[in-house]
């Protein structure tokens, strides 16, 4: 291979920064219904009556209704309007149709709404109390799992230390640069609909489970999208509304959110709190942990599975057995609770390494002496929940992050002595990869040569598509220029999954390279009718199809001109003509990258600066280092964020404090700072492509050193996500 491992710059780029790209609100079509959605302003109440009679009355508006209580099966849970009552602040009571954006926001101040407020719970807490409902009549603790290992209460008595800890993650909002939204074109039999989502397939099969009797089908396209994170996986109550709305007035209809909306409706993440016991022994060894997650699901039950993710991988990388994860799924009054990039990983990691930093202080022991003594030397290596880590070398990679880490430190003891604040953190962390069950790619060779590569996953800025072109045009031995990738229609391949959870270019590029080889077989069948010679002398290699004895051979171009042009006549060969296969392609585990970050804080004027960051991943096989840079880069940037700046606050009736960018902070240029990146290739996976995912990492392995580093420089101890301004005092 030559191209896979190179640095080549995202093929998909030029179109982009020039002004070409294509996103949902760039879409129009004629005869569009612009669509606006009446929110609650309240986070609990019952809800009387709608009136849209108002409204309806209006210049300009088509139709308005609200209301909407058809049954949607997985996600949401609950309908996809509020009809008797409001359970958060955001949730769509109505909407209104009308010729233009301005109009339809106009027509929304006419909806007449009678509610009556009643007392909502926010504190996830208090809600396991039960003295106040965030459903009525219903329990808030709607979910509960008990992981159990071993002894590990009877290892806490056995401990000689143990340490305590009310670890804290707040929720935060995902922050897309581009809000989420929704244009759907009506035919009687079909429903177009463009959708920036992370799965157009998942989009499809669910919209279908809806309304499917009202419609043959449902074709999905994704336009360009401006971020996600996570976020915009599963369909949302608007995707609903507006489908529903096509059909109702068999108009076509497009929906945007305002920032504002944004913030309110899509769904939070995060949202977590530990209650953890801890011990170890003087020699640091860790004896046992017992931990109480607190999951704060917001107003619907569908993000209990981040617990299950944080519960399982809460042991990460160290060798303990004795663990115990009580996991309590609570409602609150509050926007519903979903993935947010790691999704329960960076919440384990963080409590696995905020454990081991307090034992280590506990101790007085080094804290990477501490991780040492209880880091995983032999892989595979099942733990204590049934989790099949895979493959690397956890110490060779610690050993290389703490030469960093020991240089850090000096400079900042420098540092010290001269009066400045300044810290520096280490961590180590474990990720979870390529949730299934697995991914589809489709190639196709044109008459004129150019190699169509169609994948199933649907990559929304992380460069996927440079880095299948790699792999194809390697397997293939062609030119990169002449490998077209594309994606994100369910029109153009059968069935798929998406883009979510790290797992792109290991599924949807091992499933390229079996589709390749299918096709390298083919090409050798077809050329040898062609050329009138047995499959045994023909050889393929660097795009041709070579008879070995004669030295004659054929080029893709010309076997797949040769199969088309065939068929202006009769097709006198027993091979299928057309140069064209597909494959899917799943592994029987996950995969588990692992890495190591170290940053210097120093604390200026009340804020933590960085002033310098090193991360060092294991992640398999890199295909194009600039990706997968690119992806720490970002990833560090996102982790600094829910660090430091990030946090959704609610007050204690329900109303969102942090509704926009004014009181929402995120990082800027102006936090910016420079990351430098390296990696190892010991750990591989099992597949074709031995690569495992870097999507996420950094999310994961932000934080927790961060964190730490930021304790180092203060000197207090600090247990919650983000830190505030407060914590930063002398």
């Known amino acids: 291979m030559t191209l896979v491992g190179s640095r080549i710059r995202r093929i998909e780029d030029p179109r982009l920064i020039t002004g070409k790209g294509q996103y949902i609100d760039d879409l129009d079509l004629p005869d569009t219904l612009f669509l606006a959605i009446l929110r609650s302003n309240v986070a609990h109440a019952k809800l009387k009556r709608v009136d849209v009679s108002d409204a309806l009355k209006m210049p300009g508006v088509v139709d308005a209704f609200s209301g909407l209580n058809i049954k949607v099966e997985n996600r949401p849970r609950n309908f996809p309007m509020a ?131 009202d419609v043959q089908d449902i074709r999905v396209i994704q336009p360009d999208v401006g971020g996600a994170f996570g976020s915009k996986l599963f369909p949302y109550p608007e995707d609903y509304i507006t489908v529903y709305a096509s059909l109702r007035t068999r108009r076509s209809v497009k929906w945007i959110s305002t920032r504002s909306e944004d913030i309110r409706s899509t769904y939070h993440g995060r949202g977590q709190i530990h209650r953890v016991k801890a011990g170890a022994r003087k020699d640091g060894t860790l004896t046992g942990i017992v931990d109480d997650l607190y999951i704060d699901l917001g107003a619907a039950s569908h993000g209990t599975y981040l617990a299950d993710i944080a519960a399982t991988m809460l042991p990460g990388p160290y060798s303990v057995r004795d663990v115990l994860v009580n996991v309590y799924g609570v409602r609150t009054n509050k926007t519903p609770l979903d993935q947010y990039r790691g999704a329960g990983r960076p919440e384990a990691s963080f409590v696995i390494e905020r454990i081991m930093d307090a034992l280590a202080d506990e101790i007085g022991m080094d804290p990477i002496e501490m991780r040492k003594r209880n880091l995983l030397r032999e892989l595979p290596y099942k733990n204590p929940f049934g989790l099949q880590y895979d493959s690397g070398d956890y110490l060779q990679l610690l050993e290389r992050a703490e030469k960093v880490f020991r240089e850090m430190e000096s400079r900042a003891r420098d540092l010290q002595r001269t009066g400045r604040r300044v810290g520096v953190g280490f961590d180590f962390y474990l990720e979870q990869n390529n949730f299934g069950p697995w991914e589809s790619a489709s190639i196709r060779v044109r008459g004129d040569g150019k190699i169509i590569v169609i994948i199933g996953a649907a990559p929304h800025g992380q460069g996927t598509a440079t880095g299948i072109a790699q792999i194809v045009a390697d397997e293939l031995g062609v030119n990169l220029e002449d490998v077209d990738v594309r994606w994100g229609d369910t029109s153009m391949i059968g069935e798929a999954y998406g883009t979510y959870g790290s797992r792109s270019l290991t599924l949807a590029g091992n499933a390229a390279i079996m589709a390749s080889r299918k096709l390298k077989e083919k090409a050798v069948r077809l050329a040898a009718q062609f050329m009138k010679s047995d499959v045994e002398e023909l050889r393929y290699e660097q795009g041709k199809v070579t008879n070995v004895k004669t030295g004659k051979f054929m080029t893709l171009k010309e076997i797949a001109s040769k199969s088309m042009s065939s068929l202006g006549g009769v097709w006198r060969y027993r091979e299928e003509p057309g140069l064209e296969a597909t494959a899917y ?28 960051y090193y991360a060092l991943d294991d992640i398999g096989k890199v295909v194009n280092p600039m990706l997968a840079e690119g ?16 946090e959704i606050v609610y007050s204690e009736n329900g109303s969102l404090l942090t509704g926009n960018f004014s009181d929402y902070a995120i990082p800027t240029a102006v936090e910016s700072f420079n990351v430098k990146w390296e990696y190892l290739e010991t750990g591989k996976s099992e597949a ?6 870097i999507g996420e990492g950094a999310t994961i392995g932000t934080p927790p050193a961060l964190l730490r580093a930021i304790e180092k420089a203060t000197g207090k101890k600090l247990t919650r996500l983000p830190v505030r301004p407060e914590d930063l005092l002398p």
Do not use: W
């Open 83 to 213: 009809s008797t009552e409001i359970l958060y602040e955001g949730q769509p009571l109505a909407c209104v149709l009308a010729t233009d954006r301005y109009t339809a926001y106009d027509a929304l101040e006419r909806v007449q709404v009678d509610f009556e407020e009643i007392p909502a719970v926010t504190d996830p807490l208090e809600a396991v109390k039960e003295s106040v409902s965030a459903v009525e009549g219903e329990k808030n603790l709607v979910y509960t799992k008990t992981y159990s290992s071993g002894n590990p209460q009877r290892a806490l008595d056995g401990s000689d230390r143990v340490v305590e800890l009310q670890l804290e993650i707040s929720r935060i909002y995902p922050a897309a640069m581009e809000t989420r939204g929704l244009l759907v074109t009506y035919t009687p039999n079909l429903l177009t609909v463009y959708a920036p989502t992370q799965s157009p397939h998942f989009m499809r099969r669910y919209l279908l489970e809806a309304f499917g009797k």
């Open 585 to 612: 392609f799943g592994l029987n585990n996950y995969t588990y990258p692992y890495g190591s970050h170290v940053v210097m804080v120093e604390i200026v004027d009340g804020r933590p600066r960085v002033l310098d």
């Open 688 to 693: 074709l492509l031995p690569s495992k995912g």
């Open 631 to 646: 992806q720490v880069r970002g990833g560090v940037i996102q982790g600094f964020g829910e660090t430091v700046l990030e």
